[in-house]
């Protein structure tokens, strides 16, 4: 089992950056793929980026290909989430999560740990 806590999030401009980071606990965090995901108000969650265990692989969701870039720590036991360029629509309380598969998923039934999440706003 693995515990996760999101920090970073915060309220920024449009146009700016944040860097959200997940740590996890326990010595199996390489075993696992992580991903972010995304609730805005009123919307279901949703995929933003994943990361495979070892860190070879990475993908991301169209909106925000070349604005987020995830990484991972296995040494550290965090995964990260750079944003820049961030947008109004943006806006959503952001979630890692903990997958047991090699590559992760876009899919969020596939991950059965996830933190509380952290909020990120940002205003036009």
């Known amino acids: 089992q693995v515990q996760l806590v999101e920090s970073g999030g915060g309220l920024v401009q449009a146009g700016g950056s944040l860097r959200l980071s997940c740590a996890a606990s326990g010595r199996t965090f390489s075993t696992y793929a992580m991903g972010w995901f995304r609730q805005a108000p009123g919307k279901e969650r949703e995929f933003v980026a994943r990361?495979?265990?070892?860190?070879?692989?990475?993908y991301y969701t169209d909106s925000v290909k070349g604005r987020f870039t995830i990484s991972r720590d296995n040494a550290k036991n965090t995964v990260d989430l750079q944003m820049n360029s961030l947008k109004p629509e943006d806006t959503a309380v952001y979630f890692c999560a903990a997958d047991p598969t090699f590559h992760g998923s876009p899919d969020e039934r596939t991950y059965p740990y996830w933190g509380q999440g952290t909020q990120v706003t940002v205003s036009s």
């Open positions: 990361i495979s265990k070892n860190g070879s692989r990475t």
